[in-house]
């Protein structure tokens, strides 16, 4: 979402966010992807954020992830090829780097991304235009519903969309979101 590069496991902070929100189970396969198939320079990031401390072999990474201090939730049926998997951002519309994307969600089915979240663009094009003017900004290039779009944001500045339902039970998982302020 926002500045989020397109492959997950090739950003090395996701080290921080595992310590932060202590999720076990996955550190030793993202390591492999951040220090041995990286990009260049993605390895050297990758140090400041690795915690050298092993972890347990409980696994508590879930299928259904729900960080109500950012509004995010990552839902999947399994870690396997070919999985189903919902990302959604609700939050605050408006933050330092952010994107006009509170309500966005990506899906991907059977190996295919079907909706997707354009992520990062070039910081050069901010200095030439107002910020909301940058098309990759604004609610049109991410999955938000906007209704005769004109040259105004789109979104009311600094509202927020609120998970107003999350369900999480071993059978059914849902999650609502209110997009309307």
């Known amino acids: 979402f926002a500045d989020s590069k397109m492959s997950l ?3 090395a902070g996701m080290f921080w966010l595992f310590d932060h929100f202590d ?3 996955l550190k030793e396969s993202l390591a492999a992807k951040n220090f041995k198939d990286s ?5 050297a990031e ?4 690795y915690n050298t401390k092993a972890e347990s072999s409980e696994v508590n990474i879930g299928t259904v992830v729900h960080y109500p201090e950012e509004e995010i939730i990552a839902m999947r ?3 396997r090829d070919g999985q189903i998997f919902v990302g959604i951002k609700a939050g605050k519309t408006v933050y330092a780097h952010s994107h006009l994307d509170a309500g966005s969600f990506i899906f ?5 991304r079907w909706a997707f979240d354009f992520g990062q663009d070039n910081y050069n094009l901010y200095y030439k235009y107002n910020h909301w003017d940058v098309f990759r900004l604004r609610a049109e290039s991410h999955n938000n519903l906007v209704i005769n779009p004109d040259k105004t944001p ?3 500045l600094g ?7 999350f369900i999480d039970t071993p059978d059914r998982v849902k999650a609502v979101i209110n997009t309307s302020d």
């Open 154 to 156: 789109g979104y009311v």
């Open 46 to 49: 990758a140090i400041l954020w």
């Open 23 to 25: 999720r076990r189970g």
């Open 39 to 43: 990009a260049p320079g993605v390895a």
């Open 108 to 112: 991907d089915a059977k190996g295919k």
């Open 77 to 79: 049926d399994a870690y």
């Open 9 to 11: 496991l090739d950003i």
């Open 159 to 165: 509202s927020e969309a609120k998970v107003v339902e």
